[in-house]
């Protein structure tokens, strides 16, 4: 548990210096800047949001849900915010150094994305609900599904003022590729994965106490 909450505190990292790369967000992060612009609230108090409501989509579509789920939706948003008040990293002024900073963070989240799912305490609730989606829309490979979704996400984000350029290509269409190639380097295959329910990690939990 405290692994999966390094990495995705880390993940939150990479995600921050996405944003300060300045040459546009990646999809998900147009919708929280968006929101966070539109309503007045910090950036991780809008990711909270669309997680839990992502999440509770996930419990209805009763897709088996992780404890990792949750740590996830408050987790990473928080992460940026800590790194926002630090100030740690300027915003980019030249579109070639936003590109290296882009590619840089999307490389961060790739790694701990890594570190994150050999916790196996399940996958993100984005995730687990395009999973969801490709079990009930078969007809269209996981692949469109995922272009669907993100471009509906960046168009809700674009509307609300979320910032839109090409980071966000970037975003979409490098993430897998960086992400692949990330696991290859380090010899994991995410298919091989048992991500535990909700209910076995904390029965894992209460079996370590009892023994400890």
Known sequence: MILAAVSL????????????????????????????????ILYGTASIIV???ILAIDISLREPIGIAMFIDSIVVGKSVDFFNRINLVPKC????????????GLTIA?????????????????????????????????????????????????LLGGPVGIGTLISAFATGPIMQAAFKSVKFNAAEVHHQRIDESFKTVFTHSHAA
């Open 93 to 104: 002024t030249s579109p070639v150094l936003g590109v290296a900073l882009m590619l840089l």
């Open 51 to 53: 997680s839990l409501s």
């Open 9 to 40: 505190f880390i993940n939150g990292f990479g995600i921050y210096l996405t944003i300060q790369a300045n040459i546009g967000a990646s999809p998900w992060d147009v919708l929280h800047i968006g929101m966070s612009k539109s309503l007045g």
């Open 110 to 158: 790739a790694y701990t994305q890594y570190t994150y799912m050999t916790a196996s305490l399940g996958c993100g609730p984005r995730d687990t609900l395009l999973v969801a989606l490709s079990k009930r829309i078969k007809k269209v490979p996981i692949g469109g599904l995922s272009i669907a979704l993100l471009t509906t996400v960046t168009f809700i984000g674009w």
